[in-house]
T-cell receptor
Framework: DGGITQSPKYLFRKEGQNVTLSCEQN?????MYWYRQDPGQGLRLIYY???????QKGDIAEGYSVSREKKESFPLTVTSAQKNPTAFYLC??????????????FGPGTRLTVL | QKEVEQNSGPLSVPEGAIASLNCTYS??????FFWYRQYSGKSPELIMS????GDKEDGRFTAQLNKASQYVSLLIRDSQPSDSATYLC???????????????FGTGTRLKVLA
């Protein structure tokens, strides 16, 4: 089955700790994205990547970092610099960000809570 | 001004009725439009894409697009309690500086179908 997997499903972080959220896709999509969703708010773009070894900041990149060493994988690190990291994190992918018909598909999400 | 606007709801409809969900957008150059369904605690699931003016039907769902009025809607016929969810509108707009596209999400409309 093709799809997007995220792990873990739930994650708890202590103050001052960095944590890494995993995102893997086997859809052969070029583009991958990380969003953050807070209650009552829309999805906000953190980072995106069009190709391997290239990624761009989204609207709220401060306190986050990413890498794209393989086409299938786009991990997100939430650093201690992110002051309010408690949220639902969603990874998505699409065939090509340069396409106007660009449908995005989402993984199941990781819920991060700061203790 | 928000770029994609939706009424947050909740929109309550009786079982078997037609639910009408609306979305307006500000970028007149937007070319593609998407509806996602998001159950509580879950990730968004793509249910409809529409690219040209008019209606597009898929089972009980009909998406309607009016680019002149910058308006896209989703109709759900024969609504069922299982349709109770938050429905997110997304608009794909061209970023002229990079030649790539950016998804912009509305904050969603919560639909409640009453049995």
């Amino acid at each position: 089955d093709g799809g997007i997997t995220q792990s873990p499903k739930y994650l708890f972080r202590k103050e001052g700790q960095n944590v890494t959220l995993s995102c893997e896709q086997n859809l052969n999509h070029d583009a991958m994205y990380w969003y953050r969703q807070d209650p009552g708010q829309g999805l906000r773009l953190i980072y995106y990547s069009q190709i391997v070894n290239d990624f761009q900041k989204g609207d709220i990149a401060e306190g986050y970092s990413v890498s794209r060493e393989k086409k299938e994988s786009f991990p997100l690190t939430v650093t201690s610099a992110q002051k309010n990291p408690t949220a639902f994190y969603l990874c998505a992918s699409s065939i090509d960000r340069r396409s106007w018909g660009n449908e995005q598909f989402f993984g199941p999400g990781t819920r991060l809570t700061v203790l | 001004q928000k770029e994609v606007e939706q009424n947050s709801g909740p929109l309550s409809v009786p079982e078997g009725a037609i639910a009408s969900l609306n979305c307006t957008y500000s970028d007149r150059g937007s070319q593609s439009f998407f509806w996602y369904r998001q159950y509580s605690g879950k990730s968004p699931e793509l249910i409809m894409s529409i690219y040209s003016n008019g209606d597009k039907e898929d089972g009980r769902f009909t998406a309607q697009l009016n680019k002149a009025s910058q308006y896209v809607s989703l109709l759900i016929r024969d609504s069922q309690p299982s349709d109770s969810a938050t429905y997110l509108c997304a608009v794909n707009s061209l970023l002229t500086t990079s030649g790539t596209y950016k998804y912009i999400f509305g904050t969603g409309t919560r639909l409640k179908v009453l049995a």
